[in-house]
């Protein structure tokens, strides 16, 4: 199923508040023409009826309307028809503006070839009266006054529109100052938030919110008490084994299953370090752990030498190449996690009688550990897969878990250093730069 695209509610606000005040616009446009249509056909009535009631007075004589039909005729122009009951060729009228006689005063209705008219009829003993008008001037006349009360309407809709836009604008800060205070926050920043200054609208998210903190707090709470157990029943039967298994190498040193059974074991125990290592990267909280100032220096040859003994079991020349005094204020647990497990993973892939080289320099503002071996090297276009967790490059032979670059992606993303991947120039295998900021 297609994911929608999110929308901005404040730009949903303005797009519908100006639809609705289009559509008001229209029903204003309607209802101003009807109330023009309206009073001008009263006032107008009026003027037909005073006009005929005059001419009756006056005792008048036969009077035949002069009509055009290609002229354009106002609201002020009025036709007056006066014609005698006895002489019948009188009731004749070249545009048919003349009605048939009636009893009664009043208005009438009547259809030309020049459209609809209106009529006020006014019968005497001799004579009928009569004026008439078009309708489409008293329709033309109403839509004029209804479009000069939309002008201002129209004048008025931007800035009515800009000010509605800021009042959106305004009203929603709110949600944008929270937006704000979640993004400021760290990534495992769980205090509460506090719903002060915020409107009624956002406090059930807060809550919320609030709340979903409670419920991350309580669960890293249990699962790093579970991985203290689980380090504390799981180290201990396993060293143990190493220890029995080691007896009885002692004894039967050339037998080749408990040979197989040693390196299961070595296996089974570096897996089970390994897992508890991410889960631990996984479970803590920087803030919990203070920073130190530390020399890279310092921490690459503490990780040398404790592997120096894997290094030397497969005849690895491993070396500090180039190193430069610089210091990092860092938290000491994942910086040594980075340099270790990439050391690790470097003798771990590189052939007997290879060669690692460590080196420790600055480039513009940033700090680089440069650790590069003479191994197989990786693809690149594998890069992007063996940060990946249990991951493992299927050409290679050595076996291992998969998690040593895990471990270092994710300890890397504790402490804000990025990892970069290429091929060593000088030794041919992989390159690997873990990049700081001074």
């Known amino acids: 199923m297609a994911k929608s695209t999110p929308v901005s509610l404040k730009r949903q606000l303005i797009t519908y508040t100006s639809l609705f005040s289009i559509v008001m616009g229209c029903l204003l446009v309607i209802a101003a023409y009807r109330i023009a249509l309206e009073e001008t056909n009263e006032i107008l009535d009026a003027q037909m009826r005073n006009l005929a009631e005059r001419v009756a007075a006056h005792d008048p004589a036969p009077i035949k309307s002069e009509f055009e039909a290609d002229r354009h005729y106002h609201e002020e122009d009025l036709f007056v028809d006066v014609w005698s009951y006895g ?27 020049q459209g609809l008219w209106n009529t006020y009829v006014l019968p005497t003993e001799k004579y009928q009266i009569q004026v008439s008008q078009q309708r489409s001037v008293r329709q033309k006349l109403a839509l004029e006054l209804a479009a000069n009360m939309l002008i201002p309407y129209l004048l008025f809709m931007p800035l009515a529109l800009w000010g509605l836009s800021w009042i959106i604008g305004r009203s929603l800060k709110p949600l944008d100052e929270f937006k704000a205070e979640l993004a400021q926050r760290e990534p495992y920043e769980l205090s509460e938030i506090r719903p002060d200054g915020y409107p009624l609208e956002i406090l059930p998210t807060i809550n919320e919110m609030n709340r979903l903190f409670e419920r991350i707090s309580l669960s890293q709470k249990e699962q790093k008490q579970f991985i203290a157990d689980a380090a504390h029943e799981l180290r201990t039967p396993i060293t143990a084994l190493n220890l029995q298994m080691k007896i009885l190498l002692h004894e039967f040193p050339e037998h080749q299953a408990l040979k197989n059974l040693s390196l299961g074991l070595i296996r089974t125990q570096h897996l089970v370090s390994q897992l508890l290592n991410l889960a631990k990267q996984d479970a803590s909280v920087p803030s919990l752990e203070p920073t130190q100032r530390l020399g890279l220096s310092d921490v690459a040859v503490e990780c040398m030498e404790q592997l120096m003994e894997l290094a030397l079991a497969k005849n690895i020349d491993l070396g500090l190449e180039q190193h430069e005094a610089l210091w990092l204020e860092t938290q000491s647990s994942a910086l040594h996690s980075i340099v270790y497990n990439l050391l ?40 992007d897969h063996i940060l990946k967790r249990f991951y493992r490059v299927h050409h290679h032979l050595e076996v291992g878990s998969g998690l040593g670059l895990s471990i270092v992606d994710k300890a890397a993303e504790k402490i804000g250093a990025k990892l970069h991947f290429g091929q060593s120039t000088g030794l041919g295998g992989l390159q690997v730069q873990v990049i700081f900021k001074l």
């Open 87 to 113: 002489l019948p060729e009188q009731r004749q009228h070249e545009f048919d503006l003349l009605i048939q006689p009636v009893k009664k005063a009043g208005f009438y209705t009547h259809h030309t070839a």
């Open 344 to 383: 690790d993973n470097a003798i771990k892939y590189t052939p007997e009688q290879g060669v690692i080289n460590v080196s420790i320099y600055q480039q513009d503002q940033q700090a680089i550990v440069q650790i590069e071996d003479s191994g197989p090297g990786i693809a690149p276009e594998l890069y």
